[in-house]
């Protein structure tokens, strides 16, 4: 019996073959909406790009395998994904979620399917006993970010798993800051993995894209359905394009993860900078739990300034020549973020500041420059 694919080698080769009409090593981009059928309802296994496309299907096949799960499913966008996940429940239950998540599942939590009669909570998760008090009969789903956005929060993914596989309710996890690279949740409990192969997946920051991965096989067909019922899924091209940025994923996140590393601690001893955010820091809540699920601690690093001062913070922000300030994360690139005003505006200012998501805080995505650059380049805009 062969021995399983390492990581590295799954991402060349996990579900990805030759073509076997011409032998082209990389998949090809089969740009069509429909297939020819030899009678009305036989066909290859392929009738409408909607439902099923080839290219669509090895980026299927290689993200379940890089999760370790059995059946991933690919959507328009990262919320596209979400949304799928909201549509298997009904009115009246309820969701738990992480109250320090991404802007955007925030807005399409509340401004959405609270409409529908779905109830939502927010809490501060680190672990079951942060879930097990809130719990009720009409608990369906807890959905949690590890680690979080933007202050890089950990989830123990182990101990509320066990916890809400006693009860039988549903743990999703949004995976998109770690990565399979980093961290496998369906191993370690969970029932769904989210993505937003948008951002360190695809690589390049020239994709928008989202997928679920599971492993029970009726969930997947429930997710499945709502897939191709929905219709929010992505082209081929989009495909073609996470498939290739999958390729270098590895070693994409280990210069990530290096060189945030090196950003973090630089900025922890800069007597300008007040609080920085990031689980490879020793006093980082959570730094424990993290090290004890996740291969690395990622390329994320969030810090607000001594002073506190909106107008410095700013005015940093401006200053920054290779630091891009843009939305978004994960790319080659290193970009800046100011959460409260781009990608957390749609969360109530008081909501984030009871949730400890300040106006001054500055997010960092640290891309692949040389490290050199990016000090000197935060050095001259803090001053």
């Known amino acids: 019996m062969a021995k399983p694919m390492k990581f590295a080698t799954k991402l060349i080769h996990a579900g990805i073959h030759p073509d076997p009409s011409t032998g082209a090593v990389m998949t090809p981009i089969f740009q069509t909406s429909t297939y020819a059928q030899t009678s009305p309802g036989v066909h290859k296994g392929y009738e409408y790009s909607r439902t099923h496309n080839p290219t669509r299907t090895v980026l299927q096949d290689n993200l379940a395998a890089l999760e370790e799960g059995k059946f991933a499913m690919c959507f328009a966008t990262g919320l596209a994904a ?116 948008t951002k360190y997946m695809a690589g390049h920051s020239d994709v928008v894209m989202g997928a679920l991965v599971v492993k029970d096989e009726i969930l997947h067909q429930k997710l499945a359905f709502i897939q191709n019922a929905s219709g929010a899924t992505p082209g081929p091209m989009d495909c073609f394009l996470v498939l290739r940025g999958l390729k270098t994923l590895h070693v994409r996140m280990e210069r990530h993860c290096q060189s945030a590393k090196e950003i973090a601690n630089w900025l922890y001893h800069h007597p300008k900078v007040g609080h920085v955010y990031y689980p490879g820091l020793e006093h980082h ?68 500041e009871k949730n400890g998501l300040k106006d001054t805080l500055i997010r960092l995505s640290v891309g692949l420059e040389d490290i050199e650059d990016l000090k000197e380049d935060l050095a001259q805009a803090i001053g």
């Open 285 to 352: 809540v959570g730094h424990a739990i993290a090290a004890s699920q996740m291969n690395d601690f990622g390329g994320m690093v969030s810090f607000t300034l001594k002073n506190d001062s909106l107008p410095e913070a700013i005015q940093v922000m401006e200053k920054l020549r290779v630091f891009t300030l843009a939305e978004s994360l994960g790319g080659v690139e290193s970009l800046c973020t100011h959460p409260a005003s781009m990608t957390h505006g749609s969360i109530p200012k008081e909501e984030r």
């Open 82 to 197: 979400t949304d799928a996940v909201m549509k298997i429940l009904k009115p009246g239950d309820e969701v738990l979620a992480s109250s320090d998540l991404y802007g955007g599942t925030y807005r399409l939590f509340t401004k959405i399917f609270e409409d529908f009669g779905i109830k939502f909570k927010f809490l501060k998760i680190q672990n079951a006993a942060d879930v097990e008090p809130h719990l009720t009969a009409a608990t369906k789903l807890v959905w949690v970010e590890t680690p979080t956005n933007p202050l890089l929060r950990i989830v123990d993914i182990a101990s509320v798993s066990a916890l809400t596989k006693e009860k039988g309710i549903l743990l999703a996890v949004d995976n998109t800051f770690a990565t399979p690279f980093l961290q496998n949740p369906l191993t370690m409990g969970a029932d769904i993995v989210m993505h937003s192969l």
